[in-house]
Nanobody, 123 residues
């Protein structure tokens, strides 16, 4: 396994979760990383991304101000802190490693994908 996402679970509206994604060193140290999500019956959508050194971050409008992406290159780990969760955030969350060092919204930019972690927000 080269990308391992964890931290999902069941929370109530307004609650918080922190997702983690551990990557193999080979694919992580110089690569932009992203988080995407897919709800039942919907297409996979962009959530957030971070450049290789953390200097640049990008968020979907739907999560801006509530979610924070960060990374710890010494641990080969990228995080997604999710606050003020809403039922609309319910989805499987996937982390992905980019083809380059930048942060990108585009699905096609990402070469490697993790297995996903389920986030369920109850109303």
């Amino acid at each position: 396994v080269q990308l391992q996402a964890s931290g999902g679970g069941l929370v109530q509206t307004g609650g918080s979760l922190r997702l983690s994604c551990v990557a193999s060193r080979r694919m992580f140290s110089n690569n932009g990383m992203g988080w995407f999500r897919q709800a039942p019956g919907k297409e996979r959508e962009f959530v957030s991304a971070i450049s290789w050194n953390g200097d640049s971050t990008v968020y979907a409008d739907s999560v801006k101000g509530r979610f924070t992406i960060s990374r710890d290159n010494a641990k080969n780990t990228v995080y997604l802190q999710m606050n003020s969760l809403e039922p609309e955030d319910t989805a499987i969350y996937y982390c992905a490693a980019g083809r380059g060092s930048a942060a990108s919204r585009g699905t096609e930019y990402y070469r490697y994908w993790g297995q996903g972690t389920q986030v369920t927000v109850s109303s």
